[in-house]
């Protein structure tokens, strides 16, 4: 990409003229001089100098998403030459979220570096619409969310995660726990069932957390609304307020097998909407080095 491409790109995403000048080891006046020459060969404004941080007129828009292309362009040509060249040492550029890092990956990149030890990773850790945001913009190579499939996008299924039940054993007796797990695993004592989880104290996450929604579908299929005492947003914090006995919440098999401990009594639920599944999002039709289709492979038969 020429020097023009990349100074109006680094403006653009700074959104400050000072900011990019250093990131690109240049005087801050020597940069807005550039930016007007480029605007002035192109006859158009591409930054409204008026705002604060600066934001992109609708040329300016328009020249960023070519600017892109060109950017993609680029990064896909040299994953091709380095492959060409047996090039052992790269970098991969990943974007997952704060639970699949944790959860998953570290025994993934284990694995992996066991084939490329040569191979360096980038981790960024983001919700699923500002990891989309990553990945079109070039940012990253490969994400990885339980989000909804994105325009432009091509996805690959590689985990699937089962939700389950966390209730403090001082919360709740024998029998109760009994009829409660009939019911979530086997479908039977329904009433029963129902009654006992209504008079339960739950730990909820925000609406803002994606896995809420699908906590939300599993308590409609139940049948019964949770009786919350408390919300958090990460879903490892309402599993410590679980151990300490607060109240009630959903966890993951993960969490289960990475965290046990004595004080909580865990129930599968059996229904299909206490699965989540996990999508490998790659630009559509961009290149796929070889260590990155590695990666994506590894990432699937992880746990299989």
């Known amino acids: 990409m020429d020097l023009e491409h990349q100074y109006f790109y680094e403006v653009s995403r700074t959104r400050n003229m000072t900011k990019a000048a250093h990131n690109?080891?240049?005087?801050?006046?020597?940069?807005?001089?550039?930016?007007?020459?480029?605007?002035?060969?192109?006859?158009?404004?591409?930054?409204?100098?008026?705002?604060?941080?600066?934001?992109?007129t609708e040329a300016g828009r328009l020249f960023l998403t070519e600017t892109n292309?060109?950017?993609?362009?680029?990064?896909?040509?040299?994953?091709?030459?380095?492959?060409y060249h047996q090039v052992q040492v790269q970098t991969?550029?990943?974007?997952?979220?704060?639970?699949?890092?944790?959860?998953?990956?570290p025994a993934v990149l284990k694995e992996y570096r066991l084939v490329h030890p040569t191979v360096h990773f980038q981790i960024i850790e983001k919700n699923a619409?500002?990891?989309?945001k990553e990945l079109y913009a070039g940012n990253v190579d490969i994400v990885v969310h339980c989000g909804n499939k994105a325009k432009q996008l091509s996805r690959q299924l590689v985990q699937k995660d089962r939700l389950l039940l966390a209730i403090p054993?001082?919360?709740?007796?024998?029998?109760?726990?009994?009829?409660?797990?009939?019911y979530l695993s086997k479908q039977q004592s329904k009433q029963q069932g129902i009654a006992v989880l209504n008079k339960l104290p739950f730990i909820s996450l925000s609406s803002s957390n994606n896995l809420a929604i699908l906590v939300k579908q599993i308590c409609d299929h139940l049948?019964?609304?949770?009786?919350?005492?408390?919300?958090?947003?990460?879903?490892?914090?309402?599993?410590?307020m679980a151990c300490c006995g607060i109240g009630a919440t959903f966890i993951t098999e993960q969490i289960r097998n990475f965290s046990p401990v004595q004080g909580l009594y865990f129930i599968d639920i059996n229904i299909?909407?206490?699965?989540?599944?996990?999508?490998?999002?790659?630009?559509?039709?961009?290149?796929?080095?070889?260590?990155l289709n590695d990666f994506i492979s590894l990432l699937k038969n992880y746990n299989k």
């Not at 619409?129 to 989309?132: D, H, K, S, V």
């Not at 958090?232 to 599993?239: D, I, K, R, S, V």
């Not at 989540?276 to 080095?289: D, M």
């Open 129 to 132: 619409q500002l990891l989309n």
């Open 69 to 83: 292309k060109i950017r993609l362009a680029e990064h896909d040509f040299k994953q091709q030459l380095e492959d």
């Open 24 to 56: 690109l080891f240049i005087s801050q006046p020597a940069l807005s001089v550039a930016i007007k020459k480029l605007e002035g060969r192109l006859g158009v404004e591409l930054f409204d100098r008026q705002s604060n941080p600066l934001t992109l």
């Open 223 to 240: 049948s019964f609304q949770p009786h919350t005492v408390l919300e958090g947003y990460q879903l490892e914090t309402a599993f410590h």
């Open 272 to 291: 299909p909407a206490a699965i989540r599944s996990y999508y490998a999002y790659t630009r559509a039709e961009s290149y796929h080095s070889k260590c």
């Open 169 to 182: 054993k001082e919360l709740i007796s024998k029998h109760d726990f009994g009829v409660v797990s009939n």
């Open 92 to 105: 991969l550029y990943v974007g997952s979220s704060q639970y699949f890092n944790a959860y998953y990956l």
